[in-house]
């Protein structure tokens, strides 16, 4: 089976920062996608950011010029940098595989991880 722990949330004043990081473990071949979804009291569940096997990445317009996403193949770790928090950045971030590929299972499948609580003071 294959968990995601993600660990780096807690509080923090606005403008400052966090670094959240999601480590996947398991018998693991390949993992096309991580990202970072985050779910705000009384809100839907949105994508903050996304990188590819090949590097390449996506983020929510929100947080574009704020928030870098990195990962460590060896690893299979994602990362979230976050600076320049805003109160609205206040929320469970969660983390996601996508297209992963396990040893003695046929196809691909998506995990998550159980979140990390992120809130910024005014």
């Known amino acids: 089976q294959v968990q995601l722990v993600e660990s780096g949330g807690g509080l923090v004043q606005a403008g400052g920062s966090l670094r959240l990081s999601c480590v996947a473990s398991?018998?693991?071949?390949?993992?096309?996608?991580m990202g970072w979804y985050r779910q705000a009291p009384g809100k839907q569940r949105e994508l903050v950011a996304g990188?590819?096997?090949?590097?390449?990445?996506n983020y929510a317009d929100s947080v574009k010029g704020r928030f870098t996403v990195s990962r460590d193949m060896a690893r299979n770790t994602v990362y979230l940098q976050m600076n320049s928090l805003k109160p609205e950045d206040t929320a469970v971030y969660y983390c996601?595989?996508?297209?992963?590929?396990?040893?003695?299972?046929?196809?691909?499948?998506?995990?998550w991880g159980q979140g990390t609580q992120v809130t910024v003071s005014s």
């Open positions: 996601k595989a996508d297209g992963v590929k396990v040893v003695l299972r046929h196809g691909l499948y998506d995990y």
């Open positions: 398991g018998i693991i071949v390949s993992i096309e996608t």
């Open positions: 990188i590819t096997s090949g590097g390449s990445t």
